[in-house]
């Protein structure tokens, strides 16, 4: 199975910043990765597909990018409604695998 | 507009069963690979199982190999989660998604399955 792994865990920050967020993989997965935002009580949203193609209907400030093993989410600059949890996807190889996630939180 | 609608959760106690569905409408449900995704309480988003759009590609996490059953019915616009001798650890919110072509731009709303004595 390909491990996925988040970084930070938890990302306190104040609306304006420039954040990133990784994803590391134990494999390589070419361009097969997403990224979701999901909201308490809500079901995930799609942001950002095959590495950095932006979801329709996804805000710009919204962008992905990264290659091989080690990928990035980067929210160039936080808005109110951006605090939520984050979660990479690779949809390589079966089983399709999630990263733990990744809370955003207001400083 | 697209809605996916899971119905059929609910409290079992372990070994038990339940039949989770959901009723797509706003688009081609028969053009879509669709998915089970599930989230624990309080946990990250676990992939559960896809389909193919006619039925014929199964896919499934280990953990629930042999014990749940992905179907589909195009003609109802409706896929549905057979799930058998249900564990404590198959507590989780259960989401339905497309899956085409491996990402999920369209989620349920989710159905809660609770397996507890």
């Known amino acids: 199975d390909i491990q996925m792994t988040q970084s930070p865990s938890t990302l306190s920050a104040s609306v304006g910043d420039r954040v990133t967020i990784t994803c590391r993989t134990s494999?390589?997965?070419?361009?097969?990765l997403a990224w979701y935002q999901q909201k308490p009580g809500k079901a995930p949203n799609l942001l950002i597909y095959?590495?950095?193609n932006l979801e329709s209907g996804v805000p710009s400030r919204f962008s992905g990018s990264g290659s091989g093993t080690e990928f990035t989410l980067t929210i160039s600059s936080l808005q109110p409604d951006d605090f939520a949890t984050y979660y990479c996807q690779q949809y390589h190889s079966y089983p399709i695998t999630f990263g733990q996630g990744t809370r955003l939180e207001i400083k | 507009e697209v809605q996916l609608v899971e119905s059929g959760g609910g409290l079992v106690q372990p070994g038990g069963s339940l039949r989770l569905s959901c009723a797509v409408s706003g688009f081609t449900f028969s053009s879509y690979w669709m998915n089970w995704v599930r989230q624990a309480p309080g946990k990250g988003l676990e992939w559960v199982a896809n389909?193919?759009?006619?039925?014929?590609?199964?896919s499934y996490v280990d953990s629930v190999k042999g014990r749940f059953t992905i179907s589909r019915d195009n003609a109802k616009n409706s896929l549905y989660l057979q799930m058998n001798s249900l564990r404590d650890e198959d507590t989780a919110v259960y989401y339905c998604?497309?899956?085409?072509?491996?990402?999920?731009?369209?989620w349920g709303q989710g159905t809660l399955v609770t397996v507890s004595s």
């Open positions: 494999q390589i997965i070419s361009t097969w």
């Open positions: 998604a497309t899956y085409s072509p491996g990402y999920s731009s369209y």
């Open positions: 389909i193919k759009q006619d039925g014929s590609e199964k």
């Open positions: 095959k590495v950095s």
